[in-house]
């Protein structure tokens, strides 16, 4: 179902967060691992979502105790470092013209801060586009919320360095790739490349195109020798924006991969030659 203005009631807007995120100290890890962790609730009755990021958590949410809120709850506890928060926020880039906003699941401390992009940030990714479908990404998010544990751990493990405020220190896991079968759903691959034959030109390994359903049906079963897309970017004839592509793993719930790039005549929407050609190497 759409995101409509039920949904946007909900989605907490902030400042432009893409280069703005704010690690934790080892004493902002130490207080995570000791907080409630509240997972925020959308208030749009029509919506998955919420039914969702809760069979998620009760699933596999292991690291602290939690509960469920609603948003006047969060506001009213955000600035409390006792409660760590699960929640969806609305970002953009703060160059973009066309004011394209899009779906980022954050996980934060609460700190004493007036700014919801000063708190203390666990774990954040991008979800979907703001007006994006949440069939896109609701199968997904046990997967996410795996992520976010593996994540907050190797905080705990080896505390903030600098290169982890970017996804793209994931990249260094890339190699990974070529050991397993890569799955994308044909909708998002770049139009020129949506037939194997096209796609081996690029990378020489275990790749398969899949239909939506088959991509949602595999992941919710889970496997140990698949990796899967996670894109975010808008309908194919769109001509503005930037996608977001991150490949995990669905055994262990591993990044491997994350890249962006402005949507262009050179670079449509869809995963590109390019993105092929670094993880082959």
Request: glycine share 4%; with cysteine; net charge neutral.
């Amino acid at each position: 179902m759409k995101r409509i203005a039920a949904y946007i009631c909900f989605i907490i807007l902030v400042p432009p967060l893409f280069s703005q995120s704010v690690l934790p100290t080892r004493s902002e890890i130490d207080a995570f691992f000791n907080s409630k962790t509240l997972v925020v609730l959308e208030s749009g009755m029509f919506s998955a979502y919420n039914d969702e990021i809760k069979d998620a958590f009760e699933k596999y949410w292991n690291l602290t105790p939690y509960d469920f809120i609603n948003n006047d709850e969060f506001k009213e506890k955000m600035s409390d470092s006792t409660y760590s928060f699960l929640l969806l926020t609305q970002s953009h880039y703060e160059k973009d013209k066309k004011n394209i906003h899009y779906n980022f699941l954050n996980l934060l401390l609460g700190a004493k801060h007036t700014s919801l992009s000063e708190l203390p940030e666990m774990a954040s990714l991008p979800l979907s586009y703001f007006e994006g479908d949440e069939e896109n990404y609701g199968f997904k998010l046990g997967v996410i919320v795996r992520f976010f544990q593996n994540r907050a751990m190797e905080l705990k493990e080896k505390g903030s360095i600098s290169s982890m405020k970017y996804l793209s220190y994931y990249n260094d896991f890339a190699s990974q790739i070529k050991v397993k079968k890569l799955l994308i759903y044909e909708g998002n691959l770049q139009p020129k490349l949506r037939s194997l034959k096209a796609i081996k030109e690029y990378y020489k390994y275990d790749v398969e195109i899949v239909s939506a359903d088959a991509l949602s049906e595999i992941v919710l079963q889970g496997a140990d020798d698949i990796y899967f897309l996670h894109f975010v970017g808008p309908e194919e004839k769109q001509r503005s924006g930037r996608c977001f592509k991150m490949i995990f793993g669905l055994s262990d719930a591993n990044m491997v991969y994350f890249n962006k790039h402005k949507i262009s005549e050179k670079k449509p929407v869809g995963f590109l030659y390019s993105d092929f050609k670094r993880i082959n190497r």
